[in-house]
T-cell receptor, first 114, second 112 residues
Framework: GNSVTQMEGPVTLSEEAFLTINCTYT??????LFWYVQYPGEGLQLLLK?????DKGSNKGFEATYRKETTSFHLEKGSVQVSDSAVYFC?????????????FGKGTMLLVSP | DVKVTQSSRYLVKRTGEKVFLECVQD?????MFWYRQDPGLGLRLIYF???????EKGDIPEGYSVSREKKERFSLILESASTNQTSMYLC???????????FGSGTRLTVV
């Protein structure tokens, strides 16, 4: 079956540091890959996505590249801010003809200090 | 923007009660989902629905049922609440395909 493995947190950084959160996956076929972010007390928000190999998703300074050869989708940001403190979830879709169920990693908490 | 609304942010119920968690989306999405989120376990799929009156079991359906009488509304039902169902419950919807979900803000349920 499908599975997603994320690095365990928390990841603790100082403001303006470089961020990498690792994500690897196991899936059949050609899934789409996603990063979601969850701020304290809220639901998940879609951060970025990539639908095929070598695609790069980007949003709000975050980037991730769909690497089929290494089955990875690592999240990066060049300079983090305190407001980026949140839990980040990597996910993949096992798309069927009309719907897709997402399989999530366990989440990685990011804490950014001033 | 698509909006997914969950009726309660916080809920406290007693063991054995029948509990209804409501979710409404306003963008005519075909597919709706219920997940629960627990520390160290991430998000786990309980049930989903790809059409009105259709439902499919997810990874952990035991102790739950669902209802989808109208396209915009997807209800999660705990037939007889137990303390191990204390959790954050997240509803989501999607139009179909590979665009990803839109989530509600979640309902934190405590069963005492």
């Amino acid at each position: 079956g499908n599975s997603v493995t994320q690095m365990e947190g928390p990841v603790t950084l100082s403001e303006e540091a470089f961020l990498t959160i690792n994500c690897t996956y196991t899936a059949t076929g050609y899934p789409s890959l996603f990063w979601y972010v969850q701020y304290p007390g809220e639901g998940l928000q879609l951060l970025l996505k990539a639908t095929k190999a070598d695609d790069k998703g980007s949003n709000k300074g975050f980037e991730a590249t769909y690497r089929k050869e290494t089955t990875s989708f690592h999240l990066e940001k060049g300079s983090v801010q305190v407001s980026d403190s949140a839990v980040y979830f990597c996910a993949l879709s096992g798309a069927n003809s009309g719907y897709s169920t997402l399989t999530f990693g366990k989440g990685t908490m990011l804490l950014v200090s001033p | 923007d698509v909006k997914v609304t969950q009726s309660s942010r916080y809920l406290v119920k007693r063991t054995g009660e029948k509990v209804f968690l409501e979710c409404v989306q306003d963008m005519d999405h075909e597919n709706m989902f219920w997940y629960r989120q627990d520390p160290g376990l991430g998000l786990r799929l309980i049930y989903f629905s790809y059409d009105v009156k259709m439902k499919e079991k997810g990874d952990i359906p035991e102790g739950y049922s669902v209802s989808r009488e109208k396209k915009e509304r997807f209800s999660l039902i705990l037939e007889s609440a137990s303390t191990n169902q204390t959790s954050m419950y997240l509803c989501a919807s999607e139009p179909g395909g590979k665009d990803g979900y839109t989530f509600g803000s979640g309902t934190r349920l405590t069963v005492v």
